[in-house]
Structure formats: C-alpha cells, structure tokens
C-alpha cells in the first residue's frame, strides 16, 4: 500500500451538514468522517498531506451511527470555503 493510499483509508469522506456550513463560513473549520482507529496526530498529517494546508486544531468524535468525525481548523492563512468548494461541498 502506498502512501497515498494510506492516508485515502484515514479520511473516508468530507463530512456537510447545515451546522458545518457555518462554522466553515464563521471559524474556518472543515469536518470530515475518518478511519476508527485514527488519532488526532495521523488525521491532522494525513489533512496536511492530501490537501496541502496547514491545521491548527483536530477534534473528533465518535457519531450516534459509529463513524468517527474529526473536526479541522485550518490556520488563518488558509480558507475553508475555498477547500469546502474544491471537495465539493457548497
């Protein structure tokens, strides 16, 4: 398994909801859905790597459904809206 392909199976898929899309637009977050067993250090460098920006702050959780979903503050000098719009959610 290459690299690459190792760090598609930590981020599964952007994550979008009605709440997300504010704080993309108010506090420069992104979420998205990740492997189970990823930690905040492996999600923070597999985001970095992928998508060429730089995370202040990882949280995550585990959703009623099971999935785990880490929430992604990107450092001021990136823009989440713009990232949002690159994955194609908004």
């Known amino acids: 398994m290459s ?24 506090q420069n977050k992104l979420a ?6 990823a930690n905040k250090q492996t999600i923070k460098r597999a985001i970095e790597k992928l998508y060429n ?12 459904k099971g999935k785990k979903k ?7 000098t990136y823009n989440a809206v713009d990232l949002a719009t690159a994955l194609g959610l908004m």
């Open 3 to 26: 690299l690459e392909e190792n760090l598609y199976s930590i981020i599964i898929a952007p994550f979008s909801s009605e709440r997300i899309f504010e704080l993309i637009e108010s």
């Open 32 to 37: 998205f859905i990740v492997k189970r067993t």
């Open 53 to 64: 920006v730089k995370i202040v702050k990882v949280n995550t959780m585990i959703t009623p």
């Open 70 to 76: 880490a929430i992604v503050r990107l450092h001021e």
